[in-house]
């Protein structure tokens, strides 16, 4: 089976302080990409970042950096200097075999 | 450019209705995706459109449906509605069917009751 988890349904933060949300996945294959998607509330998922498994440095945009670990198909997202914007639902997705999984999402609060 | 539009964005349907949601990608885009999210089952592929042609399917009844027009407009399909097809369906474009230095966009999502 090709699955997803996130198995920190909610986290918070204090703003300026840095947060990982945690990620793993099964599959057997060797190439697929893997990605963070965020969605606000009542607002539009957008992606925050992705990592195509062939590649072994671990993508970064800004605040927002991934922990690549592939033998052990792990895919953290750490957010530096969190902001009040960054509260949101995040999700864990792998495309696998052209299918694309999410995980059940991390509702993260970002504190004051 | 202007991004995923979806139409309409509201919809209370009652069981045994049929529904049918519209995606326009952003322009460019000739690859349009379909996802149910509920807050039970998370969000989950329903398919892929490209050309055209239906690229990818997920694991859902043959309730569920979709086609794509030529100007790579996309709609879908929920015929017999149960109450369980409640749920937010979010449409999703890129400019081609591969992944490679692609990004998928998402529009707002169309919000579907079934009563």
């Known amino acids: 089976a090709q699955t997803v988890t996130q198995s920190q349904p909610e986290m918070s933060v204090q703003e300026a302080e840095t947060v990982t949300l945690s990620c793993t996945y099964d599959?057997?294959?060797?190439?697929?990409?893997l990605f963070w998607y965020k969605q606000p509330p009542s607002r539009q998922m957008i992606l925050v970042i992705r990592q195509e498994a062939y590649k072994q440095q671990n993508a970064t945009e800004n605040r927002f950096s991934v922990n690549f670990q592939k033998a052990a198909k792990s895919f953290s997202l750490k957010i530096s200097d969190s902001q009040l914007g960054d509260t949101a639902m995040y999700f864990c997705a792998a495309l696998l075999n052209n299918d694309m999984r999410f995980g059940a999402g991390t509702r993260l609060t970002v504190k004051p | 450019k202007a991004g995923v539009t979806q139409t309409p964005r509201y919809l209370i349907k009652t069981r045994g209705q049929q529904v049918t949601l519209s995606c326009s990608p952003i322009?460019?885009?000739?690859?349009v995706s379909w996802y149910q999210q509920t807050p039970g089952q998370g969000l989950q592929f329903l398919f892929e459109?490209?050309?055209?042609?239906?690229?990818n399917k997920g694991n859902f009844p043959g309730r569920f449906s979709g086609r794509q027009f030529s100007n790579s407009r996309s709609e879908m399909n929920v015929s017999t509605l149960e109450l369980g097809d409640s749920a937010l369906y979010l449409c999703?474009?890129?400019?081609?069917?591969?992944?490679?230095?692609?990004?998928?966009?998402f529009g707002p999502g169309t919000r579907l009751t079934v009563l």
């Open positions: 999703a474009s890129r400019p081609r069917t591969s992944w490679l230095g692609n990004e998928q966009f």
């Open positions: 459109y490209f050309s055209e042609t239906q690229r």
């Open positions: 599959t057997s294959e060797n190439n697929y990409y």
């Open positions: 322009s460019g885009h000739r690859s």
